[in-house]
């Protein structure tokens, strides 16, 4: 160990090598994340300024939004600056930092998710208690507790981190600072991080995720029951939006964490983190207000406001 250097800093591969990509990415990646930051503002901004919106469905809703520009804004920014850069370095600590509120926010998001299911499950099964159900005192616990666990979660995985030691190559094939490419470069044994990882992993995703998937299963057990077609769409309307959101992050977030390292791939785990990292933090604000009456609604008398103010 005493021959081997030190490594202190990153070289992020990214995308692609060629000048001419690299700037069409910039453009792309950039335009996402403008709208990211767009919709996601407007979503808060239009749920704090319409009374009608102030129920726990848009209480999770607009912790999504928060929760989504955080997470876009963790890895996009450093995305974009390396796409200009000569050198694409990240310090070490830096790429751990990145690590980090990565895993801080991503869980959050799932367990936000899981909240706002349990939310459509209260609404639409059990709606003579749903205010109970759902009271201001509930709401906030649990956003306070999806935050708590990912506080937990995210520090278990890095406090490890820093045990490694790093001696070369410094290369990460990937345009972001994440946990499995990191342990590829580490000196040192990782098997206790690997298993960390993946156990922790499993355990709270398959919690996070069966919260979901049994809530959606009751509720659609209960609008199959519903005699009225008309009943039924209303009804299958007030969550379609949120069972598209969750499939989109699960399926990518959940594959990309889990899988073995047989099955690994540059491109692949590339897409896949592009999906869940950076295009669903965009899609998120817009599944919302495209497919939500009352969103559109509340955006269209805002900005009925605004041209009257002008």
Not at 16 to 45: E, K
Not at 96 to 114: G, K, N, P
Not at 178 to 200: A, D, H
Request: charged share 10%; glycine share 2%; with cysteine.
């Amino acid at each position: 160990m005493k021959n081997q250097t030190t490594v202190t800093k990153f070289i992020l591969l990214g995308l692609s090598s060629d000048p001419q990509m690299q700037i069409f990415l910039f453009v792309v990646f950039l335009v996402i994340y403008l709208i990211t930051l767009a919709g996601n503002i407007v979503i808060m901004v239009v749920i704090r300024a319409d009374s009608h919106l102030h129920i726990p469905m848009y209480f999770f809703l607009f912790h999504l939004s928060f929760v989504d520009i955080c997470y876009s804004s963790v890895t996009v920014p450093n995305t974009l600056r390396n796409f200009l850069a000569e050198r694409k370095t990240i310090s070490v600590n830096g790429c751990i930092t990145q690590i980090f509120f990565f895993f801080l926010l991503v869980v959050t998001e799932a367990f936000i998710l899981s909240a706002m299911a349990y939310d459509r499950y209260a609404a639409i099964c059990d709606p003579l208690r749903y205010m109970e159900r759902m009271s201001k005192g509930i709401c906030v616990e649990l956003v306070s507790g999806a935050w708590a666990i990912s506080f937990l979660y995210a520090l278990l995985n890095t406090v490890f981190t820093f045990k490694l030691h790093f001696c070369g190559p410094n290369q990460i094939s990937h345009f972001s600072c994440e946990l499995p490419p990191l342990l590829q470069l580490s000196c040192t044994e990782t098997l206790t991080n690997q298993v960390v990882l993946l156990t922790s992993a499993v355990i709270l995703g398959s919690i996070s995720f069966l919260f979901s998937l049994i809530s959606y299963i009751l509720i659609i057990s209960t609008i199959l029951k519903i005699r009225s077609a008309e009943s039924r769409c209303k009804a299958f309307s007030t969550c379609n939006s949120h069972l598209i959101v969750v499939v989109l992050f699960y399926l990518t977030a959940f594959f990309q964490y889990t899988k073995p390292s047989s099955v690994s791939s540059v491109v692949l785990d590339e897409m896949f983190s592009i999906q869940y990292s950076i295009l669903t933090p965009m899609l998120n604000p817009i599944i919302y207000s495209l497919k939500n009456k009352d969103v559109k609604t509340a955006i269209g008398k805002m900005l009925g406001k605004f041209k009257f103010l002008r």
